[in-house]
């Protein structure tokens, strides 16, 4: 089963854009956009996130996005090992009508990701990704 829907591209002409048959959007060239709701976790004070395994979804980059309960910056770090995990980039979340959410575009995906809060209180957070898979 596909879906089709219309859209414009840049040169203001319709499209057709489709999913495959797993439901995935078709991107280009045999690439679709796999979604992944990560976490619903809340980070103590100085701590990390559990390591997420991105091995399954081998990915040319995508798109991290979220939610926080609070104005609290955090910091995407990236492993290739589930061991030893740099700090790639701070993500930092604004306060949108009330709303905290952060947003950030992801080079080449390795095979882990986590997430670090670095204040000395607690934050909630939601984390999704949509992969170029």
């Given amino acids: ?6 859209a414009k591209n840049a040169n203001n002409v319709l499209q057709t854009l489709t999913c495959n048959t797993d ?3 078709n991107v280009g060239l045999d690439k679709t956009i796999t979604h992944l709701t990560l976490l619903n976790q809340t980070i103590g004070a100085n701590s990390f996130t559990t390591a ?6 081998p990915s040319e980059g995508g798109h991290l996005w979220g939610n926080s309960d609070t104005h609290y910056n955090l910091i995407l770090q990236y492993s290739n ?3 030893t995990f740099l700090n790639i980039k701070w993500l930092s979340v604004v306060n949108i009508d009330g ?12 095979k ?9 209180s607690s934050v909630s957070c939601s984390f999704n ?3 170029i898979t």
């Fill in 112 to 120: 882990f990701i986590r997430f670090h809060n670095p204040k000395s």
């Fill in 81 to 83: 090992d589930n061991i």
């Fill in 99 to 110: 709303d905290f959410t952060f947003n950030s575009h992801l080079e080449i995906p390795p």
């Fill in 1 to 6: 089963m596909s879906v089709k829907i219309k």
């Fill in 23 to 25: 439901g995935k959007l």
């Fill in 52 to 57: 997420i395994n991105l091995t399954p979804y």
């Fill in 129 to 131: 990704i949509d992969l």
